[in-house]
Antibody
């Protein structure tokens, strides 16, 4: 069965960086894009971007463009999302989610359990 | 970016009620609209894709309709396990964007 297992909660100081991992199993890792979505406390979902695990190509939301780096290690079927220059506004649960196509239509069909990142001095 | 606006932001309903949630896009998105259910402390779960297609394994009491800018999610007979937050998402163009959510609470 498809599973996405994320790394544990992190506490970071303002200005620091955080790197969250997402280990995939139960499917061919390189066959599906991986998305990253975050949710601030009590807020809605915010799509941050995606990575093609096969090529390593990325698409980032413009407002994160200069702070986010998405990478992957195909040897261990793991995707990573690193966010730098953290502020308190980056306090959120970060999710990885697999992209799946049904004809012309795309969904995020499997999600990780989420990783809470808290930014506090 | 395409803005997605849901209404209402919350509603109270009883088991067995018919519930309707709407989602409006700031521009036409054809049928590139997904609906997700999210329970507290859990990741979202896809219910509907392409505006009206039921994701495998999702109960048939969930249905979706609409195209262009206006969309609806309907739960025909609310069950206890359906009390959750529902979110729409457009995948017409990146960045993909979500509505702010509709919280369905027990009356």
């Amino acid at each position: 069965q498809v599973q996405l297992v994320q790394s544990g909660a992190e506490v970071k100081k303002p200005g620091a960086s955080v790197k969250v991992s997402c280990k995939a199993s139960g499917y061919t890792f390189t066959g599906y894009y991986m998305h990253w979505v975050r949710q601030a406390p009590g807020q809605g979902l915010e799509w941050m971007g995606r990575i093609n695990p096969n090529s390593g190509g990325t698409n980032y939301v413009q407002r994160f463009q200069d702070r986010v780096t998405m990478t992957r290690d195909t040897s261990i079927s793991t995707a990573y999302m690193e966010l730098s220059r953290l502020t308190s506004d980056d306090t959120a649960v970060y999710y990885c989610a697999r992209e799946a196509y049904y004809g012309d239509y795309v969904v995020e069909d499997y999600w990780g359990q989420g990783t809470l990142v808290t930014v506090s001095s | 970016d395409i803005q997605m606006t849901q209404s209402p932001s919350s509603l109270s309903a009883s088991v067995g009620d018919r519930v309707t949630i709407t989602c409006r896009a700031s521009q036409s998105i054809s049928r590139y609209l997904n609906w997700y259910q999210q329970k507290p402390g859990k990741a979202p779960k896809v219910l509907i894709y392409a505006a009206s297609r039921l994701q495998s394994g999702v109960p048939s009491r969930f249905s979706g309709s609409g195209s262009g800018t206006d969309f609806t999610l309907t739960i025909s007979s609310l069950q206890p396990e359906d009390f959750a937050t529902y979110l729409c998402q457009q995948t017409y163009s990146t960045p993909w964007t979500f509505g702010q959510g509709t919280r369905v609470e027990i009356k």
